[in-house]
């Protein structure tokens, strides 16, 4: 017999899919201004698994009261590693695990099947499908974005197999440099279509290369819910070369840019945000230092060590919510700390 919960929840996303059908019909006539460029869902907020020892914020316009800290399940996840932080995370008040497709995260989706289906009322959860560069060249073809859409909806469909669910709270495009890519009309069908058929809410991206531009056409467009950007406080971060954006404006820089974006009504989800100070096995133990030119003399004599002062400052400069790679107790405790604390502290630039 079908409980209640997940009655409930069912409730929910077959209401969100008719407001779709009822907004631009069926089949989805794209043409011009590709209306309609934003959906009003729920008015009343989406509050999961909401404690006294986390902090929240409504994440854009999807109305979703988002825990400050985002449990990123990619690399956490990948072969098992980090499973048995997801209880621990979920006692904290954590209510939003982001994935990635397994042909890039091996099994992380597969790992956090049990979790999610124990869970499914009480947490957010969000996956992606990266696109690979060759298809990212601008100008992108139309043929190039229909192969690009084209992965996308694949990836979906093996993404809800892996979850052992036919629903997740959002899809994303991963991996994305290109601002010609996410403005096609092929891209935001196979998302309408998806979320037509029930299988997902929301649309977003996640960028860690070129971030400025595509932020700006997510905006121009108003297809994106949400979307998460390799920033740091010192501003972009670039995967692809391992640092920062060359002559990235600083964050502080960038208020102008993520105010617009949580002005059209985006999520902003801060990520790498201390991959400069991070251990990585292809650039050496990091620099701790490497931010402090960024911050004033009041923040630098708080008691935050070097990474959670990172995320505290993207926090309380423009990020709604930061996603953080834990894969031991420590990190996830003192991440945890940091998000929560984050208010407290003046890092005003000098």
Not at 79 to 99: M, P, Q
Request: aromatic share 10%; net charge neutral.
């Amino acid at each position: 017999m079908e409980n209640k919960k997940t009655k409930g929840f069912m409730n929910r996303r077959e209401f969100n899919k008719s407001l779709v059908t009822a907004a631009v019909g069926v089949p989805f006539l794209l043409s011009g201004d590709l209306i309609p460029k934003t959906l009003k869902l729920q008015d009343q907020l989406d509050r999961r698994n909401e404690r006294a020892s986390m902090t929240y914020r409504k994440l854009g316009r999807t109305n979703f009261m988002c825990s400050r800290l985002v449990f990123g399940c990619g690399a956490a996840l990948t072969g098992g590693k980090a499973v048995r932080l997801l209880d621990h995370a979920f006692e904290a008040g954590i209510n939003y695990y982001d994935l990635g497709a397994d042909i890039i995260y091996k099994g992380n989706e597969t790992s956090f099947a049990p979790f999610m289906k124990a869970n499914r009322d009480n947490i957010w959860v969000t996956s992606k499908a990266p696109i690979d560069f060759s298809l990212q060249d601008d100008p992108v073809s139309t043929e190039q974005a229909k192969e690009a859409a084209g992965i996308w909806t694949d990836l979906l469909e093996q993404s809800l197999k892996n979850l052992q669910t036919d629903y997740v709270d959002g899809y994303f495009l991963m991996n994305i440099k290109s601002p010609t890519l996410i403005s096609s009309e092929e891209i935001y069908r196979a998302f309408l279509d998806a979320r037509s058929a029930g299988k997902v809410g929301h649309f977003g991206l996640a960028t860690h290369k070129n971030a400025g531009k595509v932020l700006e056409a997510a905006i121009r467009t108003g297809w994106y819910d949400v979307t998460m950007v390799a920033v740091t406080p010192a501003g972009w971060y670039d995967w692809s070369i391992r640092g920062l954006e060359k002559d990235t404006p600083s964050l502080t820089t960038l208020q102008p840019l993520l105010k617009q974006a949580r002005d059209a009504g985006i999520g902003l989800i801060g990520m790498k945000a201390a991959r400069l100070i991070a251990p990585l096995s292809s650039a050496g133990q990091g620099d701790e230092t490497v931010f402090d030119t960024y911050y004033d003399s009041k923040f630098l004599e708080t008691p935050l060590n070097p990474f959670q002062r990172s995320y505290v400052f993207v926090l309380e400069n423009g990020l709604d919510v930061v996603n953080a790679d834990m894969q031991n107790y420590t990190h996830l405790e003192e991440n945890i700390e940091a998000v929560v604390n984050s208010g407290k502290y003046i890092i005003k630039q000098e």
